[in-house]
């Protein structure tokens, strides 16, 4: 990616990428050139910006067979968290945005989500089985404060009986602890807690604006102590930069209370890789060359290969012994794999006005 474009860093604060390139669907692209005056301009800081979107249907079909779930819901699009390396990124393009700082300050909110819920679970075709939310982009960033989007879809989850599992870097969780708790108990909840590396200044530029890892095994020690079964997620591991604290952050998580442990090594799909380069080259110009040619390793040449059953974790020696020193760090630790599967037995729609002939 070509580093002239990189967006002057005192508009940017407290974002992960560094431009905002045009996404792939586009055929022209706009650039910031010099007009020839002799006068500056002062441009203001990019703000995040919120967009409302009213969907028709919010449970989503997931038909990847590296993924243990069938459907997700995604109560919003982009994500104000930055992390550089989000392999939702891309995402973006379909709505005519960058995957650069259009995905992390020009979010979509669905606040109507909860009430289309309502509507597909009460469906007579529906049929249980445990729904994920935020394997796309992350449900407790920061937005939810206000929007209260999150919490709503699980009053919807806790009044149906339905089964849900969260993934989260964001402390907001916290909020809602009520319902995931009181979920938790009758086998109807579990979570899983992001954590990419334990050195503080280097997730805060890979995370700009993150929960610091402190802050997210204390979150873990929250959930646990509520009663709600957590996984740390070593994710995404980078190679030849954080894979050197594989055991260092799968012990801090059993510590703190998690039940499992698993791991994702870093994705690079379509538009990431360029972005996440450049952001090596800004941040870690001395380090570049060693992490791109280990995701290289792990691919077989290429940045990033998107095969089934490869792509979370590449191929080859490397990726191998990443891969065994994880195992052996959660065996040491005393955790498991995979949290114990969520129960689908106890869904019932709720008796509404007008559905009363369902008691007969």
């Given at each position: 990616m070509d580093l002239s474009k990189t967006i002057d860093p005192s508009r940017r604060k407290g974002r992960g990428a560094g431009?905002?390139?045009?996404?792939?669907f586009e055929s022209h692209e706009t650039i910031a050139v010099d007009d020839g005056w002799d006068r500056e301009d002062d441009l203001p800081p990019i703000r995040t910006e919120v967009r409302i979107e009213r969907p028709r249907k919010v449970i989503n079909k997931v038909t990847s067979p590296d993924l243990s779930f069938?459907?997700?819901?995604?109560?919003?699009?982009?994500?104000?968290?930055?992390?550089?390396?989000?392999?939702?990124?891309?995402?973006?393009?379909?709505?005519?945005?960058?995957?650069?700082?259009?995905?992390?300050?020009?979010?979509?909110?669905?606040?109507?989500a909860p009430q289309v819920l309502a509507r597909e679970l009460s469906s007579r075709r529906y049929k249980c089985e445990a729904i994920a939310i935020g394997t796309n982009t992350?449900?407790?960033?920061?937005?939810?404060?206000?929007?209260?989007?999150?919490?709503e879809i699980l009053e919807v989850l806790r009044e149906f009986r339905h089964p849900v599992g969260i993934v989260t870097k964001g402390t907001l969780i916290?909020?809602?602890?009520?319902?995931?708790?009181?979920?938790?108990?009758?086998?109807?909840?579990?979570?899983?807690?992001s954590i990419t590396s334990l050195d503080?200044?280097?997730?805060?530029?890979?995370?700009?604006?993150?929960?610091?890892?402190?802050?997210?095994?204390?979150?873990?020690?929250?959930?646990?102590?509520?009663?709600?079964?957590v996984r740390l997620m070593a994710s995404p591991i980078i190679p030849g930069l954080t894979d050197h604290e594989i055991e260092r952050?799968?012990?801090?998580?059993?510590?703190?209370?998690?039940l499992a442990a698993s791991m994702i090594t870093l994705r690079?799909?379509?538009?990431?890789?360029?972005?996440?380069?450049?952001?090596?080259?800004?941040?870690?110009?001395?380090?570049a060359a060693r992490v791109l040619a280990r995701m290289r390793e792990?691919?077989?040449?290429?940045?990033?290969?998107?095969?089934?059953?490869?792509?979370?974790?590449?191929?080859?020696?490397?990726?191998?012994?990443?891969?065994?020193?994880f195992a052996r760090a959660r065996k040491a630790a005393g955790l498991i794999k995979d949290l114990q599967p969520l129960r689908t037995d106890l869904f019932a729609k709720p008796l509404r006005d007008g559905n009363q002939l369902s008691l007969f």
């Open positions: 431009q905002n390139p045009a996404n792939r069938d459907r997700s819901i995604n109560p919003y699009r982009g994500c104000e968290h930055g992390c550089i390396y989000c392999f939702a990124r891309p995402s973006h393009a379909y709505l005519g945005l960058s995957p650069g700082l259009d995905f992390e300050t020009v979010l979509i909110a669905r606040p109507e992350d449900p407790y960033q920061p937005i939810e404060k206000d929007m209260g989007i999150m919490r916290e909020r809602d602890l009520d319902i995931l708790a009181e979920m938790a108990a009758d086998g109807l909840a579990k979570v899983g807690i503080a200044d280097l997730a805060r530029k890979l995370e700009p604006r993150v929960p610091t890892p402190k802050r997210r095994l204390a979150m873990i020690e929250r959930l646990a102590a509520a009663g709600v079964p952050i799968v012990k801090a998580g059993s510590e703190a209370g998690a690079l799909p379509l538009e990431v890789a360029p972005l996440f380069e450049a952001w090596l080259q800004e941040h870690y110009p001395n380090r792990i691919h077989g040449g290429k940045a990033y290969v998107a095969d089934w059953g490869r792509r979370m974790t590449g191929k080859g020696i490397y990726a191998t012994l990443m891969q065994d020193r």
